[in-house]
């Protein structure tokens, strides 16, 4: 795959850079620190092009009214680790957030499921989106999944996700079988600086 790139209808999609999956946690990702600067690198660009930034959150509400199946199926979410007010489900301080960049609250792994963000990208022109953040295998390709199915067109990084181990496949594993999943029926593939460049050259 190989799609265009028009600045104006592209958004930046970082998803869940939150203090849970980035950093002392259980369920962090070991690389995602690093993939934070990678995406912080990324988001300055895209805002000088013109390409809209949002961040998503995965949080629920503490008294459990909105956790549904969850309670069965995540431990950490049954554990209160993205409740709303908890420490560990705020955005890494970090982040660099800017003025005009959109904060995006969600109740379950895809960014599209029970939010506004349809809507918000419509509204905007916005056809493609570049996804980012962590986990890779989790709500990076979820989202990812969620969006070509909605007919964005999908840029995917390689470089700017990542997992974390899971029960009998490690992180490189799970990482390297999202992108080939991923690459070869629903999103472009690139890293970081390839989608700078990329992005530069439409600018």
Known sequence: MNFDLVPRRTALINVDLQNCFLRDSPIAAPEGPVVLERLNRLAAVCRQAGVAVIHTRFVLDPDGSD??????????????????????????????????????????????CRTAL??????????????????????????????????????????????????????????????VTLGFLFAQVLTVDEMIAKIRAAA
């Open 67 to 112: 956790l549904g199946v969850l309670s069965e199926t995540s431990p950490p979410a049954r554990d209160g680790l993205l409740n709303r007010d908890a420490p560990s489900a705020q955005l890494d301080e970090a982040l660099v957030v800017r003025e005009g960049d959109v904060i995006l609250d969600k109740p379950r792994f895809g960014a599209f």
């Open 118 to 179: 349809e809507e918000i990208l419509r509204a905007r022109g916005i056809d493609t989106v570049i996804i980012g953040g962590v986990a890779t295998n989790v709500c990076c390709e979820t989202t990812a999944r969620e969006a070509m199915q909605r007919e964005f067109h999908v840029f995917f990084l390689s470089d700017g996700t990542a997992a974390a181990d899971m029960p009998g496949a490690s992180a490189a594993e799970l990482q390297k079988t999202s992108l």
